[in-house]
């Protein structure tokens, strides 16, 4: 299992604000319903953490009018022994 960052966007509008706000918190999904939100801060986005098995699994977990817009990020930690992981992703 892998943990991803979820990120969806929404329009700044206030009503699209209010659409994507409620959309979350009427999912049900534990996921949604506590959501970082960027709105008060010009930042017009939901943030969320998911550890499941991959990207499109991730992706699931938000509302459909909301899956366009949806960045998924997966996350990982390194160690100082695996930093040699790391070389080959950037062509060293």
Known sequence: MSRYLIEVEHKADKWS?????????????????HADWGCMDGEHKAWFFLDVG?????????????????RVIELTKFSINKVDELKPLHGA
């Open 17 to 33: 604000c209010d659409q994507a706000i409620e959309a979350f918190l009427n999912s049900g999904s534990h996921f949604l319903t």
């Open 54 to 70: 991959s990207k499109e699994e991730a992706k699931r977990i938000v509302p459909p009018a909301f899956r366009p817009s949806t």
